[in-house]
C-alpha cells in the first residue's frame, strides 16, 4: 500500500465531475451473455410480454428492498426502468413547464431546460412552482435539511433525485407528500455508470409508460446490474467500507469529510478549481483511494 503522504492536492487534477471507485466484485458478476435478452417481441409467436413485465417488477421490488433502509418507497406504487439518472431528468424537464432549484445544484437539467428560479434558502422558494432537488444534495453530498423543511410544510411539489443514495452512512429520509417522483441510478455507489442502469419512482400511472412497459419495450440487461447490485451490497455498505480511509484522507488534506464516502469539502482557495455555485470546493476522493488501497 503507498503512503498518506503520497496523496498531494496535484493528483486530483482538474475535472469537477465524480468518478466513483469501480465495484470490482460486481463487475466480475456482471459476464452474462447480452444474447439472453435478444428475442422475438411478436406475441402472435407466443412470446410473452407478461414474463418481460414480470421480471422487471421482481427488479423493482428488490431495489424498494435495497432501498427502504433509506426512503422507504411504498406510497410511490410505479417504477419505471431509465437510463440512468439522466433519462428521469430529461421526462422531468419534458413535462414540467417550470421548475426550480437550489443554488449549487446538480447542472445537468438547466441544459435541458432553464430553471425559472434558483433559490439560495427555503424562504427563497417560489411556492407552487416545482422543486428538483437533490438529497443528499449535489454541491456537498450532504443530507440536506431543507427538503425536510420544504416537505413538512408542504411548500411545493418535489422532483426528488438521489443519486447520492448507496454512498451514505445510515440515515432515514421522509417520503412527504408532496414528493412527486424519486430518481435513482447504482452509478455513484458502485461505478457503474456506463451500463446506465436507473429508476424512477412514480406516485402515479404514466400512460404512455403503461404502454411500453406492457410490451416490454426497455433495456433489460439493467435487471442484472441492479440484482447484482442488490445481491452482493446494502445501500450503506460503501460508506462502510471506505468510511475510514476517507476520514485518513480528509484529515491529512485538511477536508470536510462529505455524507458521502466519494466526497471531502473545503472552502480553502487551493482547491477553488473545484468550486460549485455555492462556493464550496467539492473534491471527488477517487484518486486517493486509488493510491491507498
Known amino acids: 500500500m503507498n503512503e498518506i503522504s503520497d496523496i498531494t492536492n496535484e493528483i486530483f487534477g482538474q475535472s469537477r465531475a465524480i468518478h466513483p471507485p469501480v465495484d470490482e466484485t460486481i463487475k466480475i458478476y456482471l459476464d452474462k451473455r447480452l444474447g439472453y435478452y435478444v428475442e422475438s417481441t411478436n406475441e402472435n409467436k407466443g ?16 431495489i ?23 433519462e428521469s431528468i430529461d421526462w422531468m424537464c419534458n413535462r414540467l413547464h417550470q421548475y426550480q432549484v437550489f443554488e449549487g445544484e446538480y447542472r445537468y437539467p438547466t441544459f435541458m431546460k432553464r430553471p425559472v428560479h434558483v433559490a439560495k434558502t427555503v424562504s427563497d422558494l417560489k411556492p407552487e412552482i416545482s422543486l428538483y432537488m437533490s438529497n443528499p444534495f449535489s454541491a456537498t453530498g450532504n443530507f440536506d435539511r431543507r427538503y425536510d423543511e420544504v416537505g413538512s410544510k408542504n411548500i411545493c411539489p418535489i422532483y426528488l ?4 443514495g448507496g454512498t451514505t452512512g445510515p440515515y432515514k429520509l421522509n417520503l412527504y407528500s408532496n414528493v412527486q417522483q424519486v430518481f435513482w ?10 451500463l446506465r442502469a436507473g429508476v424512477r419512482f412514480s406516485r402515479r400511472e404514466e400512460a404512455l409508460q403503461r404502454e411500453l412497459m406492457g410490451v416490454g419495450y426497455f433495456n433489460h440487461a439493467i435487471i442484472d446490474v441492479f440484482e447484482e447490485v442488490v445481491a452482493q451490497s446494502h445501500v450503506f455498505a460503501k460508506k462502510e467500507m471506505y468510511g ?6 480528509c484529515d491529512h ?12 469539502l473545503s472552502q480553502d482557495s487551493s482547491w477553488d478549481r473545484f468550486k460549485r455555485e455555492n462556493g464550496m470546493n467539492r473534491i471527488c476522493l477517487t484518486p486517493a483511494y486509488d493510491i491507498i488501497k
Not at 412470446?47 to 428488490?62: D, F, G, P, Y
Not at 433525485?161 to 447520492?164: G, R, S
Not at 475510514?244 to 484522507?249: G, R, T
Not at 488534506?253 to 471531502?264: A, E, K, V, Y
Open 47 to 62: 412470446t410473452s410480454s407478461e414474463k418481460r413485465r414480470a421480471k422487471w417488477e421482481t427488479c423493482s421490488e428488490q
Open 64 to 86: 424498494r428492498e435495497y432501498l427502504e433502509p433509506l426512503i422507504d418507497l411504498t406510497d410511490l406504487r410505479f417504477s419505471y426502468p431509465t437510463n440512468g439518472i439522466h
Open 161 to 164: 433525485d438521489l443519486a447520492f
Open 185 to 194: 441510478s447504482c452509478s455513484k455507489p458502485y461505478g457503474l455508470g456506463l
Open 244 to 249: 475510514d480511509q476517507q476520514k485518513l484522507i
Open 253 to 264: 488534506l485538511n477536508l470536510t469529510p462529505s455524507d458521502s464516502f466519494l466526497l471531502g
